[in-house]
């Protein structure tokens, strides 16, 4: 049995890196920082379509949550890439 839950967890450990590579490769916006608005069915960004806050924050706490899990730079990058988006460009009116 402990045997089966070691291969669960890196399995688990291999598909969280996976899908923090796609959001690295496919989501990060290097033409007008941040991150991607939208993502087509093919992977391409959709061009002009709007940011949310919504989306910046989800990918700065998972980000966040996954560098201090693994404490990978790269993780932490994309987390700080995201915090400095949220306090530059979005307000908060209240």
Do not use: C
Request: aromatic content about 14%; glycine content about 6%; proline content about 1%.
């Amino acid at each position: 049995m402990i045997v089966d839950l070691e291969i669960f967890k890196e399995e688990l450990n291999d598909e969280l890196h996976s899908i923090l590579a796609y959001w690295i490769t496919n989501a990060v916006d290097d033409e007008n920082g941040g991150f991607v608005g939208q993502i087509d069915e093919f992977n391409f960004p959709v061009r002009g379509a709007e940011k949310g806050s919504v989306l910046n924050s989800r990918i700065l706490w998972t980000f966040s949550a996954a560098y201090a899990s693994t404490g990978n730079k790269n993780y932490f990058n994309i987390a700080e890439r995201a915090f400095e988006y949220i306090t530059t460009r979005f307000i908060d009116i209240n």
